[in-house]
């Protein structure tokens, strides 16, 4: 089992890799990604939590991995402060179905305080198991902040075994 014990809650081979492009209708519905898509129906449930954890972009999280979350935040008191923090951020995040159809409705009072309409969306894996949910324009404004650190990062990851 790995630290953040991924090895339990879903083979990281099926993470979506890359960004995909899809929209926000004027009801909320989202169409996921064939990707995106594959990997949530992976889980049991067709049933997902979709947040605002404060970053400035939504996440969608299949349940065994939100759950997950939630016992190691409780398992760490000495990040207690952290830990109400995030929850309550995420505390105005709810559980989503996916339809038959591949699609589901970002709650409104999330597109309300994201001050989402419809539009162009960008999905892409995120590292933990959760999918990250970006207007267009917000995520090419994320991926220039994002250049710089990159730049260090790289170099620091290559040095501790990363390959190109």
């Known amino acids: 089992m790995t630290n953040m014990g991924e090895a339990e809650l879903f083979n990281p ?12 209708d004027g009801s ?9 898509a594959r990997f949530l129906r992976q889980f049991p449930e067709d049933r997902v939590f979709v947040t605002d954890l404060g970053e ?23 990040l207690a402060r952290e830990a109400a923090a995030v929850m ?9 179905d996916i339809d038959s159809q591949g699609r589901i409705v970002i709650p409104q009072r999330l597109r309300s305080d994201m ?18 949910v970006f207007l267009e324009a917000d995520y090419k404004a994320s991926r220039e902040q994002a250049r710089e650190v990159a730049k260090d990062g790289l170099n620091t990851l290559l040095q501790r075994g990363m390959q190109l």
């Open 28 to 36: 909320g519905r989202v169409k996921l990604p064939a990707a995106v």
């Open 115 to 132: 001050s989402w309409e419809e539009g162009e969306l960008r999905m892409a894996g995120g590292m933990g198991g959760s999918i990250e």
């Open 56 to 78: 400035g972009f939504l996440r969608i999280f299949p349940l065994p991995v939100w759950h997950h979350n939630m016992r190691v935040m409780r398992a760490n008191p000495d």
């Open 88 to 96: 309550r951020m995420a505390s105005n995040g709810e559980l989503v």
């Open 13 to 24: 081979a099926t993470l979506p890799i890359g960004s995909y492009n899809t929209k926000l």
